[in-house]
């Protein structure tokens, strides 16, 4: 079975510029993730989403910072303009629905952001 | 608000026993779960408590006391490959997971 796919792996690019980074979620899972990692602040929840809307984005830093689910199986997080304190490794994870437990997150292999 | 914490680092030898300690500060608690990332890779899901006691999966088992608010990760015949970070998370409403900051584990020859 395939896994939540992202892309880039990778992406360098100057400050200013706008980002778009993708995600495919497993087929039939109800929720959506976007987090960003860094050494600093660790493991952060972005926003999330249930059957592609947006539940709760207070973790999204800035006006600068926007996510999108058009469908279920599809989702983007763009930063625009970006900024070199964006850099960080951004993960999406998908999930089934709770049923009053919490479903195991599914990550994928995450976005290396570099902004210079 | 959420807060977790955990040891940020631990050192054992191979064979040997590992706990890594998770207490937390929550509303709305659904469990406590335990992810396991590798250098350069994306957190994969280790185990998951909604109940005290103690889960047990292979060499790994994960404890919980919702009275104590504290749980642990266990880590038996550790073996090389089990160097990675470990985060707990605590999980509420909508299956939203508050990390924790993650503990470190190098396992020495």
């Known amino acids: 079975d395939a896994g939540v796919i992202q892309s880039p792996r990778h992406e360098v690019t100057e400050m200013g510029q706008e980002v778009t980074l993708r995600c495919k979620p497993i087929?039939?899972?109800?929720?959506l993730f976007w987090y960003r990692q860094t050494m600093m602040r660790g493991l952060e929840l972005l926003i999330y989403?249930?059957?592609?809307?947006?539940?709760?984005d207070s973790g999204m830093p800035e006006d600068r910072f926007s996510a999108k689910m058009p469908n279920a199986s599809f989702s983007t997080l763009k930063i625009q303009p970006s900024e070199p304190r964006d850099s960080a490794v951004y993960f999406c994870?998908?999930?089934?629905?709770?049923?009053?437990?919490?479903?195991?997150?599914?990550f994928g292999d995450g976005t290396r952001l570099s902004i210079l | 608000g959420q807060s977790l914490e955990q040891p940020s680092e631990v050192t054992a030898v191979e064979g040997a026993i590992v706990q890594i300690n998770c207490t937390y500060q929550?509303?709305?608690?659904?469990?406590l779960s335990w992810y396991q990332q590798h250098d350069g890779g994306a957190p994969t899901f280790l185990s998951y408590n909604a109940l005290d006691g103690l889960e047990e999966t292979g060499r790994f088992s994960s404890f919980l006391s919702r009275s104590d608010s504290y749980g642990y990760l266990l880590l038996q015949e550790l073996q090389m490959k089990d160097s990675a970070s470990y985060f707990c998370a605590v999980g509420n409403a909508g299956n939203m997971l508050t990390f924790g900051g993650g503990t470190r584990l190098m396992v020495k020859p």
């Open positions: 994870a998908s999930s089934l629905a709770t049923g009053g437990w919490n479903q195991p997150q599914h």
């Open positions: 929550t509303s709305g608690f659904y469990g």
């Open positions: 087929s039939g899972h109800d929720y």
């Open positions: 989403f249930n059957n592609n809307v947006p539940i709760d």
